[in-house]
């Protein structure tokens, strides 16, 4: 079973600071790695990863997977209150398309101090 | 805002009765996908509908069912709710094979 593993479950951290969430995945056939921004209900899609070594970045934001030792990082540099949010990772996998299932892990929880 | 449109956004029930939410897709999407994420969890994935027809299903038991609508929009029934269902239920909109986008979730609480 596809397993999505997270960490650290919580951070707490002041604003200008820099953050480095976590995501470890087991999966049978991996095709990509994916970020989410839950603030309130709806998660909010910010990086597909496919590839090892390749860095997504999104203004302060930028993610990279490494798939030899099957983990992704997201990176937050100069943190504001507005990035204070549940970030979810998850992979999908799936018979057909291979993304009828995403898989996520706990997410981890983010507090922006000012 | 991706599009997807759910509705309720909140609804209160009692054990034993049954629940009916809905989810409109975004444009283009013909794939529906339907989540439950409890307090404090990841979402867990319910099942897909494609075409019309359910294209995948996780560890959820029958009285978690399903239809999606020739305009890709779709439902998600509740049984006999336990007090368990209580969580945010999300659904999400993709082409086949393509990224997923969610929709806002409808809060249910089971008293």
């Known amino acids: 079973e596809d397993k999505v593993v997270q960490s650290p479950l919580s951070l707490v951290v002041h604003e200008g600071d820099t953050v480095t969430l976590n995501c470890s995945y087991e999966?049978?056939?991996?095709?990509?790695l994916l970020w989410y921004k839950q603030e309130k209900k709806a998660p909010t899609f910010l990086f597909m990863l496919?590839?090892?070594?390749i860095e997504k970045k999104s203004g302060r934001l930028s993610s990279i997977l490494d798939k030899k030792e099957l983990f992704s990082i997201l990176n937050i540099t100069a943190t504001q209150t507005g990035d204070s949010a549940i970030y979810l990772c998850?992979?999908?996998?799936?018979?057909?398309?291979?993304?009828?299932?995403?898989?996520f892990g706990t997410g981890t929880r983010l507090t922006i101090i000012p | 805002e991706t599009g997807v449109t759910q509705s309720p956004t909140h609804l209160i029930k009692t054990r034993g009765q049954q629940v009916t939410l809905r989810c409109s897709s975004q444009?283009?999407?013909?794939?529906v996908s339907w989540y439950q994420q409890a307090l404090g969890q990841g979402p867990q994935f319910i099942f897909q509908?494609?075409?019309?027809?359910?294209?995948g299903r996780g560890n959820f038991p029958p009285r978690f069912s399903g239809l999606q609508f020739p305009n890709y929009s779709s439902e998600l029934n509740v049984n006999a709710l336990e007090l368990d269902d209580s969580a945010l239920y999300l659904c999400?909109?993709?082409?086949?094979?393509?990224?997923?986008?969610f929709g806002p979730g409808t809060r249910l609480l089971v008293l």
């Open positions: 999966v049978t056939n991996f095709r990509s």
């Open positions: 998850a992979v999908p996998s799936g018979p057909n398309f291979g993304n009828e299932k995403l898989t």
């Open positions: 509908y494609y075409r019309e027809e359910e294209n």
């Open positions: 444009s283009g999407h013909n794939t």
């Open positions: 999400a909109s993709s082409r086949p094979g393509g990224t997923q986008y």
């Open positions: 496919t590839s090892s070594g």
